[in-house]
């Protein structure tokens, strides 16, 4: 570990876009300022919208506060070694980014069954949704996302910091991934990337198969809504979760359940800028353009700003929280 320490890696980044750094900068600004604008608004209609005070959007919430950071731990980063020119990146820097990053992404899986978990009950027990979906059982699954997402990711994270590197320190990824980590150790590291693939089985598929399970479920029981009108409504409230889910999920699985992670290629990387730059920011257009209920608390917002702006009122005031 105290030898490590002193290790600099290099990220190689996309050495292919060199010649065209100025554009990919500009690309990767803009993306990132959308993702962070619009998870801030849905954080902020939730927040503000007494019709979003509800376990679905409270959870909504807590999911665009933390993508906001799950993209601010590797894109800042990225955009300025784009400009520097200079791809380094300290030890410690990076087995942090490598924790808080993934730690964030695990708590993301998390939240996102809960999500489901939240559908499932509005829908296919909704006489004891309300007595279920209480504030303190809500506040406690948004707690135990976030802790079980920091505390899943540390006992990996401890490991890759005591192992020992020896040259060359050349991470063919542009952020410290888990394997390309591991590539570069000179011990033997078998038993890492096997608990690596057991804690990504325990992590990503299980989730994922519940997440299913739940949605075969809510989609029998819409099926079985005689009113059009209802289905409609039940399919609008499940529709943004479930693409989300197919979404990030997809790359996630490519990435990471398999027995033995395949060599950093331009191909994985691509994956990689997909679940990191673009399914963030598809994120807040998927929910606020499907959603009807934000679609409902955006225009209320706009109408609300722009009265009290012409009556010379400020425009927020304190609301108290209840779902």
């Not at 590291?189 to 399970?213: G, N, R």
Request: glycine share 4%.
């Amino acid at each position: 570990m105290n030898q490590s320490v002193q290790v600099e890696f290099i990220l190689l980044g996309f050495p292919s876009i060199r010649d065209r750094w100025i554009i990919v900068f500009l690309l990767i600004l803009a993306i990132y300022c959308f993702t962070v604008i619009g998870n801030l608004v849905i954080i902020m209609l939730v927040w503000t919208d007494l019709h979003l005070h509800t376990p679905m959007y409270f959870f909504l919430g807590n999911f665009s506060f933390m993508e906001i950071w799950y993209t601010t731990v590797i894109i800042p980063k990225t955009m300025a070694n784009i400009v520097t020119d200079m791809e380094t990146i300290q030890f410690a820097a990076c087995i942090i980014q490598y924790y808080v990053f993934f730690s964030l992404g695990t708590t993301e899986i998390f939240l996102l069954s809960c999500m489901a978990f939240d559908r499932y009950l509005a829908i296919c027990n909704p006489l004891r949704y309300s007595t279920i979906m209480r504030n303190g059982v809500c506040l406690r699954l948004s707690l135990s996302c976030w802790l079980g997402g920091f505390l899943c990711l540390m006992p990996p994270a401890v490991l890759i910091a005591h192992l020992k590197f020896c040259g060359p320190y050349i991470i063919n990824h542009f952020f410290c991934d888990g394997p390309s980590l591991l590539r570069l150790s000179c011990i033997d590291t078998y038993l890492i990337e096997l608990f690596h693939f057991i804690l990504a089985l325990i992590v990503i598929l299980l989730p994922f198969l519940l997440i299913l399970i739940s949605y075969i479920f809510i989609i029998s029981t819409i099926l079985r809504i005689p009113s059009g009108t209802g289905r409609n409504k039940a399919f609008s409230t499940c529709s943004s979760h479930l693409i989300v889910v197919l979404i990030f999920y997809g790359s996630l699985i490519f990435m990471y359940v398999r027995p033995k992670p395949i060599n950093a290629s331009e191909m994985n990387k691509a994956v990689a800028v997909f679940y990191t730059l673009v399914t963030p920011m598809l994120n807040p257009l998927i929910y606020c353009f499907r959603n009807t209920e934000v679609k409902k608390a955006m225009k209320m917002q706009c109408t609300k700003h722009v009265a009290l702006k012409e009556d010379g009122c400020p425009v927020f005031s304190a609301i108290e929280y209840n779902f």
